[in-house]
């Protein structure tokens, strides 16, 4: 498999963290890659911005999702137009795992894996900013959950995936659209269909530039409360099959 890489970036009005983050990307990255800003409305106020960017770069491309507004569908429209066999999901506002891409895909590909998600709570990766209640949450329950479960993985829910076209063509997502709440069912989910899997550490910094976060406490801690549980059920029931 050849090393090019297509980066999906779901914009939700971060026209300050937008042209630091293609800007960064395109000129630290050298080898063949795409970049493609989704959107959920015409109003988003990076929207513009994603406009003259594609102008400027000939591998970016600006694309409406339609099928229906959150992140896990604007990764999907993403991944309809992707044209690489390799994928990068993560957020404009996470500017400094940029200097991870190049290491996750040299890993991905001579190690021979399906799936690489970053992690921010293993040796080399940290998490700064943000919401405090938020970090918190997420500390707890990734800890938890790589002990209840033993998966793995460090950091399920991070927003921040490498994998395979193929892989993402083949999960069929149960959780509702609530933020970035997919990505962990993702991890969930790849290591219970026995792909190849492993992680990286990043160095995440929320909201270094600004934008608006979508967290909403109740909706947010419900949902992954609920794949919290079946994916408990879920690895164990794995586990005791393999």
């Known amino acids: 498999m050849n090393k090019e890489l297509s980066i999906i ?5 971060e ?10 990307l395109v000129s630290s990255l050298k080898f063949d890659h795409e970049i493609i800003i989704v959107h ?7 929207l513009e911005e994603a406009n003259k960017l594609k102008k400027e770069f000939s591998n970016i491309k600006v694309i409406h999702n339609t099928i229906g507004r959150g992140v896990k569908n604007a990764i999907e429209t993403g991944v309809k137009n992707s044209k690489y066999q390799l994928i990068l999901i993560t957020a404009v506002d996470e500017i400094f795992p940029i200097i991870s891409i190049d ?5 991905l590909l001579e190690g021979g894996f399906d ?9 080399g990766g940290s998490r700064l900013g943000g919401s405090l209640i938020g970090s918190i949450l997420s500390k707890i329950a990734n800890k938890a959950f790589n002990y209840l479960s033993k998966i793995e993985l460090t950091d399920c829910t991070t927003g921040i995936k490498m994998l395979k076209k193929e892989v993402w063509n083949n999960i069929n997502f149960q959780s509702q659209q609530v933020g970035w709440a997919f990505a962990f069912e993702l991890s969930i989910q790849v290591y219970i269909q026995g792909y190849k899997i492993s992680e990286f550490p990043i160095k995440s910094v929320d909201r270094l530039f600004g934008g608006s976060s979508t967290f909403k406490f109740g909706p947010w801690v419900k949902e992954y409360l609920k794949l919290f549980f079946w994916g408990v059920k879920e690895v164990r029931k794995y586990e005791k099959k393999n």
């Open 115 to 123: 799936f690489i998600s970053g992690t921010r709570y293993s040796k």
């Open 9 to 13: 970036l779901p914009i939700h009005n």
């Open 15 to 24: 026209k300050e963290s937008l042209p630091i983050m293609v800007r960064l």
């Open 103 to 107: 290491h996750m895909l040299n890993k």
């Open 40 to 46: 959920d409305t015409l109003k988003d106020n990076a």
